[in-house]
């Protein structure tokens, strides 16, 4: 349903609610049975709750999926004429990034200790000096740092280290931070917007955010993805208007952060198996973001798809491999609930802007089709 038919449908709401107004009385002045007066209250209660339209968004996924990123784009995107992070929130992102960059850095060096993969004099220097600043918790990062830290990122076998990422945790997407260092870390440097989405931050506990678009009210409730976090998804799962599923497609061979005999992908469809059949969510609608497309899009013609699903026999290409994906997912909904899927990027704000769109009709039209 369009949001011209909802808008439709509720004002037919509104003509309903009238004339049952006038039928409870004509029953009241009648003498009409005690049951005849309950169904019409009823019915008013539900066009109250359709006419309230305010909407509760469920975030959910794993660890690493992208759900804070598709959190901030609803802050960029219904922040109107203000600005979408406050000036406070913008400072808090500079020790982030740093703290990215460093962590990430130290992840490379110990896979490239353990693999003996040597980097040359003066960038080894660099390197340990930058590991004993990161095992300081001395995440400050200024010019002279960042040229260290070029020198260590542009050599050869810390490329090479780099080249085997899917072996070890590095964060996909902190690779555009190392090549802007000396953006990042200039004196004056404030986060982007393209930086705070990139950033990368554990989220730990409970997020909810309120906005307002087409007329409506929406809290969207964002909570942690790890496995230690997701005890407390349970406290939120009540009056959900809509479940929004997030899965990283480009993470089909890489391993967990909390287990690395594990398959993020293959955690995931579990994850949402268990979400999708819940009995808490039989009159929510469903919706799956099968996420990170710009980096699957990169990696599928590299590692095969059947690293992750040794079944898959199709061609290593963009558009077979979502297909199949897509195909897994869907496969594992064992009740009758339609799952609404959209394949995204979550760093994309024009296709965040366009998929929240779509979003916004099928929460409508599923939302007032259960009530009305």
């Given amino acids: 349903m369009c949001i011209r ?22 029953a009241c002045c009648g003498g009409r049975n005690d049951a005849t007066t309950a169904r019409i209250d009823n019915e008013l209660r539900k066009a109250d709750k359709a006419l309230q339209r305010d909407y509760k ?9 992208g759900k804070s990123t598709v959190a901030k784009q609803m802050q960029i995107i219904h922040a109107g004429d203000a600005p979408a992070f406050s000036e406070q ?11 990215n960059i460093l962590q990430s850095l130290c992840a490379v060096l110990e896979y490239m200790a353990g693999h003996n993969l040597k980097l040359r004099s003066k960038a080894r220097t660099f390197a340990e000096e930058m590991a004993e600043l990161y095992a300081r918790g001395n995440c400050q990062l200024n010019a002279k740092l960042g040229e260290k830290i070029s020198v260590v990122y542009q050599d050869k076998a810390f490329q090479k280290a780099l080249s085997n990422s899917h072996k070890f ?6 690779i555009i931070f190392f090549e802007d260092l000396e953006r990042i870390c200039a004196p004056d440097y404030v986060p982007t917007t393209d930086d705070i989405l990139s950033a990368r931050r554990r989220t730990t506990g409970v997020r909810e955010m309120v906005f307002k678009s087409r007329g409506n009210t929406y809290r969207m409730v964002d909570v942690g993805g790890q496995r230690s976090e997701r005890r407390k998804w349970f406290h939120f799962f009540e009056s959900v208007t809509a479940v929004i599923f997030v899965t990283a497609i480009s993470e089909y061979n890489l391993t967990m952060y909390e287990d690395n005999s594990s398959n993020r992908m293959h955690d995931s469809l579990a994850l949402f198996r268990e979400i999708a059949n819940s009995q808490w969510f039989g009159s929510s609608a469903i919706v799956l973001f099968l996420n990170k497309t710009d980096l699957f899009r990169q990696k599928i013609e590299k590692f095969p798809l059947s690293t992750c699903f040794e079944e898959y026999s199709g061609k290593n290409t963009y558009d077979d491999g979502l297909a199949f994906i897509q195909k897994k997912f869907v496969a594992v909904c064992e009740s009758k609930t339609k799952i609404f899927v959209h394949a995204t990027c979550a760093t994309d704000t024009a ?12 929460v409508l039209s599923t939302n007032l089709g259960l009530i009305v």
């Fill in 5 to 26: 038919d909802s808008i439709n449908a509720e004002y037919g709401i509104q003509e309903t609610r009238q004339q049952q107004r006038q039928t409870k009385q004509m």
């Fill in 57 to 65: 968004l469920l975030l959910l996924g794993a660890g690493e999926s």
């Fill in 89 to 99: 929130e913008v400072r808090e992102y500079v020790p982030v990034v740093y703290a």
């Fill in 169 to 174: 945790q590095f964060p996909e997407r902190v």
């Fill in 351 to 362: 296709n965040i802007r366009v998929v929240f769109a779509a979003i916004e009709d099928t």
